[in-house]
């Protein structure tokens, strides 16, 4: 069964530091995300990209956040500066169409400390 | 604002119950899903819904649109079906891709 590929599985960085989450999506899905999920809370939604651009973001996608998609397979978050409440578990998820269900890489801890 | 709320938080059954996970959820949405989160933190999709009823395997999830309520089903529970199952809607609104997650509901199966 085809899966989506998260690297690092653990990273741990100081604070202010650059981080590079990766995510290796499915090769024919068009849709591809990052959640997170800070320990003991709800999984939030963090951006959504298609078409070579995102086409949603959250609240806390700020300024520090990016995304990019280099070279058609992977799919790459950037935090700039990490602060000590990015740590959580960050997931990538991606889809073939919007009525199609998710598949989760399964995520790459983050701890800045 | 979009809330999803799932009853019970805590669940612990034995071996061979039938389980039922409630989620509501607060606004017109074009789709739900049910997944399942292990221990280890990696989630898999279980089910997508629109309308009706889908099985698969001992997994049974039924939504009412109009109630804006789902619930997820489990017949001959296994030590194995031990996970947080987590429900989470997409808005109706056009143009809306994200999904909001339910608090999920930690499910755990006696031998």
């Known amino acids: 069964e085809p899966e989506v590929t998260q690297t690092p599985s653990h990273q741990v960085t100081q604070m202010g530091q650059e981080v590079i989450l990766r995510c290796v999506p499915i090769?024919?899905?068009?849709?591809f995300y990052w959640y997170r999920q800070i320990l003991g809370q709800k999984v939030e939604f963090l951006v959504s990209?298609?078409?070579?651009?995102?086409?949603?973001k959250s609240e806390i996608f700020d300024d520090q956040f990016s995304v990019e998609r280099p070279d058609g397979s992977n799919f790459t978050l950037k935090i700039r500066s990490t602060k000590l409440e990015d740590s959580a578990m960050y997931f990538c998820?991606?889809?073939?169409?919007?009525?199609?269900?998710?598949?989760f890489g399964s995520g790459t801890r983050l701890t800045v400390v | 604002k979009n809330e999803v709320e799932q009853s019970p938080q805590n669940l612990t059954a034995q071996e061979g119950e039938f389980i039922t996970i409630n989620c509501s959820y607060s606004v017109g949405i074009s789709a739900l899903h049910w997944l399942q989160q292990h221990p280890g933190g990696g989630i898999v999709s279980l089910f997508m819904l629109s309308s009706g009823k889908k099985k698969h395997g001992r997994l049974i999830a039924t939504i009412n649109i109009q109630e804006k309520h789902s619930s997820l089903h489990i017949t001959a529970s296994h030590p194995r079906d031990s996970a947080v199952y987590i429900c989470a809607v997409r808005s109706a609104i056009q143009g809306a891709q994200k999904l909001v997650f339910g608090q999920g509901t930690r499910l755990t199966i006696n031998p």
């Open positions: 090769s024919n899905h068009l849709y």
């Open positions: 990209f298609y078409n070579n651009e995102i086409s949603e």
């Open positions: 998820a991606s889809r073939q169409g919007l009525n199609y269900g998710y598949t």
